[in-house]
């Protein structure tokens, strides 16, 4: 499967600050997947999004279905410690067996 | 959410050797299960696709004799590396979905050293 574009590739913000990133595609996907993944551990997810122009919510995580299928962005307000990790990007369509296909990943550090 | 665990955890085995990776749904039935493999400071990459009682479908790349997967119940699915080398070290991790777009549940993990 194809990799996705994710940027930024790194984030050092301080605490309270909004984060954004985002994941841009060359194919359509039907299905948005934003993950957090902690050191030696498998992703989590956070937001999954199923329709272009769908723009969910999940406690201070915002994320975003592009209108061409082929983007996504993940906000994070009002950042805590605690939001340190990867996050990933993921696309999902039928013509992959819905396999995911992944971004390269976010590294977000968050200071106190 | 769903759980899927993994076992072992941690494996360290001699160059040569093979280990066996086990994945599990704990309370739903799984009729696709995949497998990644994730280098140090790197994204998931998907390994193969894994369907209840058929043969598994391998990425490009990904050799079917070496990375033996079998997916024999609706609960469990096997990954075994065979004559396991240092270059195969990484981290594996599975994931379980009840079939078509539902949603994937990823299993922990399993950390791979190969000496």
């Known amino acids: 499967g194809q990799q996705l574009n994710q940027s930024p590739q790194s984030m050092f913000i301080q605490e309270g600050e909004d984060v954004s990133m985002n994941c841009t595609s060359s194919s359509i996907f039907n299905t948005w997947l934003w993950y957090k993944q902690d050191p030696g551990e498998g992703p989590v997810l956070l937001i999954a999004l199923y329709k272009a122009g769908e723009l969910t919510s999940n406690g201070r995580l915002t994320a975003q279905f592009g209108i061409t299928r082929k983007d996504s962005f993940l906000n994070i307000s009002a950042s805590i410690p605690s939001d340190v990790g990867i996050y990933f990007c993921a696309g999902q369509s039928p013509n992959s067996g819905y396999a995911l296909n992944f971004g390269k990943g976010t590294s977000l550090l968050v200071t106190p | 959410g769903a759980v899927v665990s993994q076992h072992p955890s941690r494996v360290i085995c001699k160059s040569g050797t093979s280990v066996k990776i086990e994945c599990r749904s704990l309370?739903?039935?799984?009729?696709?299960m995949f497998w990644y493999r994730q280098f140090p400071k790197q994204s998931l990459m998907l390994m193969a696709t894994s369907n209840e009682g058929s043969k598994a479908t391998y990425e490009q790349g990904v050799e079917k004799d070496k990375f033996l997967i079998n997916h024999a119940s609706l609960t469990l699915s096997t990954l075994t590396v065979t004559s396991a080398h240092p270059e195969d070290s990484s981290f594996y991790i599975c994931s379980a979905g009840s079939g078509g777009s539902d949603t994937q549940y990823f299993g922990p993990g399993t950390r791979l050293t190969v000496l």
């Open positions: 309370d739903f039935q799984a009729t696709t």
